[in-house]
DNA sequence: GCGGCGGGTGACCCGCCGGTAACATCCCCG
DNA sequence: CGGGGATGTTACCGGCGGGTCACCCGCCGC
């Protein structure tokens, strides 16, 4: 046999650099998202993208970089999503449907990456706190605005219930996604945005007709 | 003065097991809520105390018993709380605005000890992840309980709704906490029952399941 | 063919921290 | 008083895992 050779094993073609980024960011998403920001070893991580520590060292500066770039990309995914639920229509009972809509797909997206927001477990870390704070405020703020400008809420009241409409349609969307196969997400998004629309419309002073 | 004797300073006074064991849990809750659990250290805690590092070991078998001790405490107080505002009355928006004071109360307790619960870095574990699980499932089921009841929803229908619930007080809440000082305990559980309750009462007095 | 460079590797280092072994002290009880 | 069982302490171990060093290939232009 020809012994000889060296294992030519190419185990993974090269890649040129860019591709091979997008590829180790992929591997690092799916480690995260299964076992954790520390429960994942970044052998682990280069392992699935079949390549070696170092390679890994060579795109992200360490491990807590590498998080916050697959971080801020789902922060950032979550927040355009409800920003256009509420930029979308003028109708509100549309609005509440779409972000409603936003957070059910955000969850149920990617294999999971929106675990990396809802529960991750580097909170401590303060550019991870902050980032997450960021994108919660961005979408509280959206719904906030609409909120204030119809109903004439002071701006703290606004907040608080556009926050908790917030936290309405993430654990609702949690539970659904845990519960998957005896409800579909359509009917699950009109029965939570029905019950956020009966909760927040005719709230103080709201003109808008209440739905028949 | 008595300097030959070699240092007897007596740093704490010696304590029976079970108030040792107490002071632990309380040092151990302050380190764990600071600094989550995966930052924090054993010495920390054992610093905190004002003790050394083996005496833990000899009232906890583990970092990882330890946390859970604390965890399952403050999970059982949250449910309990719960349980209760939905069974100290009859009166459905009575109940709505308990099971929210429930919340903002929990929230605003012993030094942010609901951290452990709402926020952990340890969901990974597996018991972890079932503690808090079983937590969360007991506060929708006391809630879906009553929704069921008197709204003749589907199980399924009466879950999501009761889990919406408890993310609107949940996660308003915790705004509520970060933003301290702007808005009272009362006025705001105030508005948020009051959304809640808006949202929930008059629900699909359930013509029929909407059969998709 | 050959130099050099981009892409990749195996082996290693080392600090942190959970956990432990061995030794000291206090106090009660007979 | 003196033995013994709680109660505590100092000092140490060991491994896990993030991060790095020195080196290796194959391809390209000349």
Redesign the pocket.
């Known amino acids: 046999m020809q012994s000889s050779r060296?294992v030519?094993v190419r185990?993974?073609?090269?890649?040129?650099?860019g591709a091979?980024r997008l590829q180790l960011l992929q591997a690092a998403q799916e480690v995260f998202v299964a076992h954790g920001f520390?429960?994942?070893?970044?052998?682990?991580i280069?392992d699935r993208a079949?390549?070696?520590?170092?390679?890994?060292?060579?795109h992200f500066?360490?491990?807590?970089e590498l998080y916050l770039a697959l971080l801020e990309q789902q922060v950032t995914e979550l927040t355009d999503r409800v920003r256009e639920a509420m930029a979308g229509t003028e109708d509100n009972r549309q609005r509440v449907h779409g972000a409603v809509g936003a957070y059910f797909d955000f969850v149920d997206a990617d294999g999971g990456a929106f675990r990396l927001v809802f529960e991750s477990d580097l909170r401590n870390d303060e550019d991870v706190r902050t980032l997450v704070d960021r994108g919660n405020r961005a979408c509280v703020e959206a719904i906030a605005e609409v909120i204030r400008g119809d109903t004439g809420s002071s701006p703290e009241q606004a907040h608080l219930l556009a926050s908790g409409l917030t936290g309405l349609a993430e654990t609702s969307a949690r539970w659904w996604l845990a519960q998957k196969g005896t409800v579909s997400r359509d009917e699950a998004v009109s029965l939570m945005s029905a019950l956020a629309w009966r909760g927040i419309s005719r709230f103080p002073r709201v003109e808008g007709d209440p739905p028949s």
């Open positions: 060296p030519p185990r993974t073609s090269r890649l040129p650099r091979r520390h429960a994942a070893a970044m052998d682990d280069a079949g390549v070696s520590k170092p390679v890994l060292y060579q500066p360490g491990k807590r």
